[in-house]
């Protein structure tokens, strides 16, 4: 199936990276509006660019658009791809508001077309790990989930000389501007909605903690740095999710379940290490021997390992190529399942009614502070 990628900034390579994985893609070439950055990375990449939009959406030969432009943009740049008749495959977040979003997503309904969105890391190999188990029935009915979107205190590292295999720049201003609540929070939400279903009810704070990010930021308006939500679906599971800028990074991944637990180490990661702790399985040696000599020491130790067993996975039927730590994620695996899923005449899994409810609550984190709380989400699935 044939491709066009729309926005050429820090992300795209992110998709060139892993666009390898997928055989089924073809790319016919990119666009975006800043042409310097548009010639570094067609020069690179070695790929076709496209004078201007225009002519992207002409293109009878495109049958997804993969819009990789700015948050703001998202709205537009999709609205009118699929006018174009287009599907389309948009960055998260799917629009800065919600009533946007709704638009978006009822004009690709009426339209017969496709609209997916990112991350796609909740399809990842350790998702499929973590769900196989749960669906199994092995730790029980879940009942409490602890998720971390923690970036670290990025806004003291050196970002301004990040550069992407391209040499994309780092938005790091922009990224202050939109906060790291809607640039990350879909990244534990798309294991969250899946695994658990569709929210009920969430309660949630979102501040500013850190207005002041060094050289250059002073005149930024900034989003929310820090936000924590809890979460009640309508399956019955509590889950808390935070996201910040400040904390050391954790991407961690906890379930509680009536018969054990479940740790995911990091959901950037598409293999991440995962544990499994049954309760009536006996503890590792190494877990049972800090846990005597806290107790003969009388204090806490620093560091133990993560309680319960490494799951293993399945072979791998073939390498994939990912980006380097920390996002090893396989980007363009969402665009690859929309693809198949058109091929078949299905929807997407990350399409349509899901894309909308995990939207809705990445704006209702955020926007925390401007809602009546607990928020009750008007999108389900």
Not at 63 to 68: E, G, K, P, S
Not at 106 to 112: F, K, L, N, P, V
Not at 142 to 163: I, K
Request: hydrophobic share 40%.
């Amino acid at each position: 199936m044939k491709i066009a990628l729309v926005g050429t900034g820090f992300v795209a390579d992110y998709y060139m990276t892993t666009l390898a994985n997928h055989p089924t893609l073809s790319l016919t070439g990119v666009w975006d509006r800043d042409a310097a950055r548009l010639e570094a990375f067609r020069a690179f990449h070695k790929v076709s660019a496209y004078p201007d939009l225009d002519t992207l959406l002409a293109d009878p030969s495109v049958q997804i658009v993969v819009n990789l432009t700015t948050p703001e943009s998202h709205y537009e740049i999709t609205s009118r791809a699929l006018a174009a008749g287009k599907h389309v495959y948009c960055e998260k977040p799917l629009a800065m508001g919600l009533a946007q979003a709704e638009i978006l997503v009822g004009q690709a309904e009426a339209a017969g077309l496709t609209l997916a969105t990112a991350p796609a890391n909740g399809l990842s190999d350790a998702h499929r790990l973590v769900e196989g188990v749960l669906h199994s029935g092995r730790i029980g009915t879940p009942r409490l989930v602890y998720a971390a979107m923690e970036d670290g205190p990025v806004f003291r590292d050196t970002w301004a000389s990040w550069r992407s295999r391209s040499g994309a720049p780092w938005p790091g201003l922009h990224e202050f501007e939109i906060g790291c609540t809607l640039e990350h929070a879909g990244y534990a939400l798309s294991w969250l909605v899946t695994l658990f279903g569709p929210v009920e009810s969430l309660t949630a704070f979102s501040a500013v903690t850190f207005p002041d990010k060094g050289p250059g930021t002073e005149q930024i308006a900034m989003a929310p740095d820090f936000s924590v939500g809890c979460l009640q679906f309508r399956s019955g599971v509590v889950a808390r999710l935070t996201n910040g800028l400040a904390a050391p990074r954790d991407r961690s991944l906890q379930v509680f379940a009536e018969k054990g637990s479940l740790t995911v180490r990091d959901l950037w990661d598409n293999r991440s290490v995962v544990h499994i702790e049954e309760t009536d399985a006996p503890r590792p040696l190494l877990g049972r021997i800090l846990t005597r000599a806290e107790a003969k020491l009388g204090r806490a130790l620093p560091w133990k390992p993560t309680p319960g067993r490494k799951l293993a996975y399945p072979e791998a039927a073939s390498s994939t190529a990912l980006p380097g730590f920390p996002s090893q994620i396989d980007f363009m695996r969402g665009v690859a399942d929309q693809a198949e899923a058109i091929r078949r005449g299905e929807a997407p899994r990350f399409s349509g009614a899901l894309a909308l409810h995990i939207t809705e609550l990445a704006l209702a984190l955020n926007n925390a502070g401007n809602l009546t709380q607990p928020y009750r989400p008007r999108s389900s699935f």
